[in-house]
């Protein structure tokens, strides 16, 4: 019977309420007569016209007061203001009633006890209410068990918006304030994360949402690490204020990623540096629609440029980009410009008739094979696509010039670390006799989740049951998130007066193995043994590919120096003479113009020395 009650549309339940509330009342006002004359069987006879007229008085103001508007399932404190209002207002009017109607025998300071259980009454039922069909849901439900890491703000708002959804059932909370433990948060109990594993077993709950957007990455690394192996999922919830400034949106509560672990803390971007290239200023960036390009952009957005023009080859890159900009931003003005880095008239006539200041060079094929496999298709965006870019901006007077470069190209062992190197010994050279415009490099490794990162590789082969292939058990990268290379490049790209490297600080090497063993478990897998037979996702070893090493490096000498960002230093590299470099990209040119791989690379060995 419950059940079908429970089932009800919702204008029937409001009726049963407002049917409910019509009895309540009456016996409200029956029970303060009877407790305020010490009786079971007040005499009424000289008011009892007023049990009547109690319902068509008080009902009228709960209906004004929005009682009938709160959904009892998810009932919270609010009701008992709600409530109080509500039946204050009833034993004014009805105070007035009684005095007007000379209302004989009832005694006045059972008006006071009424208005008393009259609060307790309708606020009791309305709790009883929700006890009920909470009870009913728990014993039909068929949702999934999840617990909740952080018991503050986040974590009670996470409880909640689970509680109204059919999908997931909140069990348990764990937090880190030792005052918490023991107590209940939206009656769900608060315990010690040290015993969230014996707790999450004994209630066969096997999915733990991380509700802690405050903590910092290290906290959140010990946190995973926890739980790693153990057979719990793991997601990550964002911050409530995040989802309601828009920065991230509902979906967004996402797995734990690898990102989650690596890397250090986040050093706040000093504004003033990123700001000195950006605000105010219209800035150009090519290779917009990449994973760093399309970044990029959206830093730059948040400091307040002039104009924005994004400049990309590909139109599906450029046009998800432009989309995705225009949507979240408009304040500043966007224009997306289809074109090719090595068309240097065009870019000359796009910086100068929009007047360009700074410009972003992130244009550049970074995949190691298939650049190994494209050696010509290479050196023309690479190298020369380079040359076009910074020549077009000292051309028209842009202010800024900075390359976006990479830790492959020190010591080179594959083309695309060679075309690189190329690329900042190019800068090097046209920054001598730079007047106008101020060039500059900044090189970093790996970002997690672009294109050329082996992350979205072990995701999608985790995906697919495995196997996670891995190149050699030695290999190891530095890796940095995508937001936190953007605007160290930002930052990096207003240091210097025309020439420098700046080499951004990775923190420590990762060994590739173990990415691809934490990426497997907190993917809710277990890592195949080949010994035991036992696991899910198996590791696999399929040999350095070409021109790949183990150890990337980030600085080719020792003269470097800090900048006064603590993740940003200066590197002073030796040059080539510059006409040697001219002869010799006139040579590789001619080797590009016939299509030939091989004569290519030997000139990139001559010009890069260090290349092997």
């Known amino acids: 019977m419950f059940l079908r009650l429970a089932r009800l549309p919702r204008k029937f339940k409001i009726l049963i309420m407002l049917i409910g509330d019509v009895f309540l009342l009456p016996l409200a006002l029956w029970s303060a007569v009877a407790l305020r004359l010490g009786t079971f069987n007040p005499p009424v006879g000289g008011f009892w016209w007023l049990f ?16 009938y508007r709160a959904v009892i399932r998810y009932l919270d404190e609010k009701i008992i203001y709600t409530v109080f209002y509500g039946v204050t207002a009833s034993v004014l009017a009805l105070t007035a009633v009684v005095v007007m109607g000379q209302a004989s025998g009832l005694p006045r300071s059972s008006i006071i006890i009424y208005w008393i259980n009259s609060v307790c009454y309708i606020a009791l039922s309305r709790y009883l209410a929700r006890g009920l069909m909470r009870s009913l849901e728990r014993k039909h439900d068929r949702k999934q068990k999840v617990a909740i890491y952080g018991a503050g703000h986040a974590g009670l708002q996470t409880a909640l918006a689970l509680w109204s959804g059919r999908e997931y059932k909140p069990i348990a909370f764990f937090d880190d304030n030792p005052e918490l433990h023991g107590t209940s948060v939206a009656s769900i109990r608060v315990y010690n994360p040290e015993d969230a594993l014996e707790i999450m077993t004994a209630q066969d709950c096997f999915q733990l949402l991380l509700a802690i957007p405050s903590a910092s ?21 964002p911050g409530m204020g995040e989802l309601v400034n828009g920065t991230v949106r509902v979906e967004d509560i996402r797995e734990v990623g690898i990102e989650d672990l690596l890397g250090r803390e986040a050093v706040p971007p000093f504004h003033e540096l990123i700001s000195s290239c950006i605000q105010d200023k219209v800035v150009m960036v090519t290779g917009a629609g990449g994973s760093i390009g399309s970044e990029l952009c959206r830093q730059i957005l948040l400091n307040s440029p ?14 998800k980009i432009e989309q995705e900009l225009t949507r979240v931003h408009c304040v500043s003005e966007i224009f997306s410009i289809l074109g090719d880095v090595l068309d240097q008239s065009y870019l000359e006539n796009i910086m ?12 550049a094929y970074k995949h190691v094979p298939l650049v190994e496999a494209n050696i010509v298709s290479g050196v023309e965006n690479n190298v020369f696509g380079t040359l076009s870019a910074a020549k077009a901006a000292q051309k028209t007077g842009v202010k800024t010039f900075v390359l976006i470069s990479t830790d492959k190209a020190v010591r080179p062992t594959n083309v695309m670390g060679a075309t690189k190197r190329l690329a900042e010994l190019i800068l090097q050279n046209l920054s001598r006799e730079s007047v106008g415009t101020r060039l500059c490099m900044v090189r970093f490794g790996n970002v997690l989740g672009s294109s050329g990162s082996v992350v979205p590789l072990f995701k999608d082969q985790i995906k697919n049951g495995g196997p996670v292939t891995v190149t050699h058990p030695e290999v190891t990268r530095y890796f940095m998130t995508i937001p936190e290379a953007s605007q160290l490049v930002l930052q990096a790209g207003a240091m210097g007066t025309g020439g420098e490297v700046f080499v951004l600080d990775m923190g420590e090497s990762v060994k590739i193995i173990d990415l691809a063993r934490k990426m497997i478990e907190l993917s809710g897998f277990e890592v195949h043994n080949p010994e035991t037979g036992t696991g899910d996702i198996a590791i696999e070893f399929v040999g350095l590919r070409p021109g790949e090493k183990l150890y990337e490096e980030l600085l080719i000498g020792e003269n470097v120096e800090w900048t006064t960002h603590p ?12 006409d040697f470099l001219e002869k010799s990209l006139e040579h590789l040119k001619v080797c590009c113009l016939k299509n030939d791989p091989i004569g290519a690379k030997e000139y990139l060995k001559k010009i890069v020395t260090e290349y092997n």
């Open 217 to 237: 990455r290290v906290r959140r690394r010990q946190i995973v690490e926890q739980f790693e192996g153990k057979d719990i999922k793991l997601k990550m919830i």
């Open 352 to 363: 100068s008739n929009f007047a360009v200041e700074t410009v972003y060079h992130a244009a």
């Open 306 to 319: 002039k104009k924005l023009i994004l400049f990309e080859r590909s139109e599906y890159s450029l046009y």
């Open 52 to 67: 009547l007229i109690v319902p068509f008085i008080t009902v009228p103001i709960f209906v004004r007061v929005g009682l």
């Open 567 to 578: 993740r940003i230093m200066r590197a002073q590299e030796a040059c080539l003479e510059a």
